[in-house]
């Protein structure tokens, strides 16, 4: 019904433009008094559910406040015995006088340090607990002990002598005490600590040192209805009553008020939302593309748009010196509010001190806070922490000023690790390649200066012989190494590529190897997983053959003997994956991209007990990658791990 209501509303509107002009024009003070109703209905709200609390509890208190008083008058009319009387009841009404009286007696207990244990026996005979002349002692009993002085004072009199003979049982916390009081109590409170006395409850102790005094107090379980206690009973009931019924009075008054307060906040809060309704039908009648317009193009929209695009602007200078111009003008202006006493004066001045400390003012503090860090971040740069990152935060000049600092410190950083990267790598290259170079070429030369004597035998001319070779092979080995992965390095190596089965290719690089004596004297054993028998892949199946062999022969020489070296091929959709696993003889705490490098070798000491020249897996990572595949290596413990990731389509 509404809707329909406001959708008639609107068409009927659009014969008159004038009143849609007029509600255009006052969009923003539409708005403006929108977020006031929000405010105030929201305010309002919260405000009823406050109240609505109070009322609740308020209500709670009267009720109570009601049944204590029905209690009290039903035991008005049964006062010739005590059976009403609760433990509640005799702590508040009794026990807590009985022992503010004592308290009071014996100066906050104090006398029982201080006096003999005789006469605190004549001050226990004395009757402690007649107060205004009524006698609180035909039913509250009680025993205090000082602890550090060995002395008690009681009105237990018939059993005052036992209480004596036990007296340092009863002071300490092994039930004895309680064991006795309730024998004779029907309620009792027994109390280490004279905080927990019906006193310190109460919040109304001033005992010094509270835990010195043991303190207990019953309600005698033989005590038998005695006429003096009437007055007594009668006075504590008539108090209670009065109390109930002042406190019943206060909240029924209080409660009146706040129903009162209930209505005029519902009859505010009504005012608020029927104004807020009122208000959105009106920027419902404006219609969907008027309103986005009128948002888009509102005054103060624009207004602060423009001044914050022109002051980003500016220039640093500009900036500051309109700090200091604003500010000036600010103080005189706080000045001349304070020296004027007129009400219109201090409030025309108000505006433009407000606008000044929550806009200008703040802004001023970023930028100086930023600048100031970003001169903070350009010291510790200079001061050699490269790694070090200015936030690019706040006014755009000092925003952008600290990005190009970031930039420039970027491109430093990269340069320098790219140099010493280089540096490394260069001498590391020349010290591998002298080593690898330098040990066949001495052999070859020693060897060659023991052919030349004339003192050996034909038997070790051969063997000597046999050595060169080997050593000549080792360095012919080498050189072609360091050829071909220059050359693929270099980008003149070219891949021939056919269709090529990868499992077949595996087991013919696997089979190669197993008469080797490397192989025998490891006892090692290869196990080889495909997901199928044939895998068929366009590769260059003489480089991808030289990758695999290198591969092999790198897990011969760095496994532990009589272990086993798995070789698994994986689907992985776009291509396949596979992988070499062996258990490293050596430790695996080596660069995992370092490893990749020319003349780098697991054995960081180059030991010659594992031949190789560092050339194995650099090769094999380019010919893999001259595929359009990737290497890496991942190791877990000792677990050695080299993987390939090849792929139907080849870049």
């Known amino acids: 019904m509404c809707g329909g209501l406001a959708i008639k509303l609107k068409n009927r509107l659009e014969n008159y433009p004038k009143i849609q002009l007029i509600i255009e024009k006052g969009f923003v003070l539409i708005i403006a008094l929108l977020l006031i109703m929000f405010f105030n209905i929201f305010r309002y709200y919260n405000?009823?559910?406050n109240v609505n609390n109070n009322i609740k509890n308020m209500q709670q208190e009267k009720s109570e406040a009601e049944d204590k008083l029905?209690?009290?008058?039903?035991?008005?009319?049964?006062?010739?015995?005590?059976?009403?009387?609760?433990?509640?009841?005799?702590?508040?009404?009794?026990?807590?006088?009985?022992?503010?009286?004592?308290?009071?007696?014996?100066?906050?207990?104090?006398?029982?340090?201080?006096?003999?244990?005789?006469?605190?026996?004549?001050?226990?005979?004395?009757n402690l607990l007649l107060?205004?002349?009524?006698?609180?002692?035909?039913?509250?009993k009680f025993i205090i002990i000082d602890k550090s002085q060995g002395t008690f004072i009681t009105n237990d009199i018939d059993n005052i002598n036992y209480i004596k003979d036990n007296l340092k049982s009863f002071s300490q916390e092994n039930g004895e005490l309680y064991s006795y009081v309730s024998k004779k109590g029907k309620w009792y409170n027994i109390s280490y600590d004279s905080n927990q006395s019906p006193t310190g409850k109460s919040g109304d102790n001033s005992i010094g040192n509270?835990?010195?005094?043991?303190?207990?107090?019953?309600?005698?379980?033989?005590?038998?209805?005695?006429?003096?206690?009437?007055?007594?009973?009668?006075?504590?009931?008539?108090?209670?009553?009065?109390?109930?019924?002042?406190?019943?009075?206060?909240?029924?008054?209080?409660?009146?008020?706040?129903?009162?307060?209930?209505?005029?906040i519902t009859i505010k809060l009504a005012i608020a939302v029927t104004l807020s309704f009122i208000l959105i039908l009106l920027l419902y009648l404006l219609g969907e593309?008027?309103?986005?317009?009128?948002?888009?193009?509102?005054?103060?929209?624009?207004?602060?748009?423009?001044?914050?695009?022109?002051?980003?602007?500016?220039?640093?200078?500009?900036?500051?010196?309109?700090?200091?111009?604003?500010?000036?003008?600010?103080?005189?202006?706080?000045?001349?509010?304070?020296?004027?006493?007129?009400?219109?004066?201090?409030?025309?001045?108000?505006?433009?001190?407000?606008i000044y400390f929550i806009f200008i003012f703040p802004c001023m503090i970023k930028f100086s806070m930023y600048?100031?860090?970003?001169?903070?971040?350009?010291?510790?740069?200079?001061?050699?922490?490269?790694?070090?990152?200015?936030?690019?935060?706040?006014?755009?000049?000092?925003?952008?000023?600290?990005?190009?600092?970031?930039?420039?410190?970027?491109?430093?950083k990269v340069s320098i690790e790219d140099q010493i990267k280089n540096e490394k790598l260069k001498s590391q290259l020349v010290a591998n390649v002298s080593h690898d170079l330098k040990t066949p070429l001495t052999s070859i030369i020693n060897y060659t200066d023991i052919l030349l004597?004339?003192?050996?035998?034909?038997?070790?001319?051969?063997?000597?012989?046999?050595?060169?070779?080997?050593?000549s092979l080792k360095l012919k080995t080498l050189i072609e190494d360091l050829f071909e992965i220059s050359k693929i390095n270099s980008g003149k190596e070219e891949i021939k590529i056919d269709e090529v089965d990868v499992a077949e290719l595996l087991k013919q690089a696997i089979s190669e190897y197993s008469d080797s004596e490397i192989y025998k004297d490891k006892n090692l054993k290869f196990i080889l997983k495909t997901y199928d028998k044939k895998i068929s892949m366009n590769l260059d199946g003489n480089k991808m053959s030289r990758v695999f062999e290198n591969?092999?022969?790198?897990?011969?020489?760095?496994?532990?003997?009589?272990?086993?070296?798995?070789?698994?091929?994986?689907?992985?959709?776009?291509?396949?994956?596979?992988?070499?696993?062996?258990?490293?003889?050596?430790?695996?705490?080596?660069?995992k991209k370092e490893i990749f490098e020319r003349f780098t070798r697991g054995d960081k000491s180059r030991n010659s007990d594992i031949e190789g020249n560092g050339l194995g897996l650099a090769i094999a990572k380019s010919i893999v990658e001259l595929h359009g595949g990737i290497m890496y290596i991942d190791f877990d413990g000792d677990l050695f791990k080299v993987i390939i990731e090849l792929y139907y389509q080849i870049n």
């Open 70 to 126: 029905s209690v009290l008058n039903n035991i008005d009319e049964k006062q010739n015995n005590l059976n009403f009387i609760t433990y509640s009841w005799w702590m508040e009404n009794l026990a807590q006088k009985a022992s503010q009286s004592i308290y009071s007696s014996t100066s906050n207990l104090n006398i029982l340090s201080k006096d003999s244990q005789d006469n605190l026996n004549k001050l226990s005979m004395s």
């Open 47 to 49: 405000n009823i559910n």
């Open 453 to 471: 004597r004339e003192d050996i035998s034909e038997e070790e001319k051969v063997e000597f012989i046999k050595i060169l070779n080997r050593k």
């Open 371 to 412: 600048l100031d860090r970003i001169i903070k971040g350009t010291e510790i740069i200079t001061g050699g922490d490269i790694n070090h990152i200015i936030k690019e935060v706040g006014d755009r000049s000092l925003l952008k000023l600290a990005h190009n600092i970031n930039k420039i410190n970027k491109g430093f």
């Open 289 to 354: 593309d008027n309103l986005k317009a009128c948002i888009k193009n509102n005054i103060i929209a624009k207004f602060i748009k423009i001044i914050d695009i022109w002051f980003g602007q500016r220039s640093t200078l500009f900036k500051i010196f309109f700090f200091i111009i604003s500010t000036m003008t600010i103080f005189a202006q706080i000045l001349l509010a304070i020296i004027s006493s007129s009400g219109k004066v201090i409030i025309i001045f108000l505006i433009p001190i407000l």
């Open 210 to 264: 509270s835990s010195n005094f043991v303190e207990a107090y019953w309600f005698p379980a033989n005590y038998k209805y005695e006429a003096e206690d009437i007055l007594l009973i009668k006075q504590i009931l008539s108090e209670n009553k009065a109390s109930i019924t002042k406190e019943a009075a206060s909240v029924n008054s209080s409660l009146n008020n706040m129903v009162n307060e209930k209505l005029s």
């Open 551 to 591: 591969l092999i022969n790198n897990a011969l020489k760095y496994s532990v003997n009589n272990t086993r070296v798995y070789v698994t091929v994986e689907n992985i959709g776009k291509g396949i994956k596979i992988s070499f696993k062996n258990v490293s003889l050596t430790a695996l705490d080596f660069d």
């Open 131 to 140: 107060v205004d002349k009524n006698n609180y002692g035909n039913m509250v």
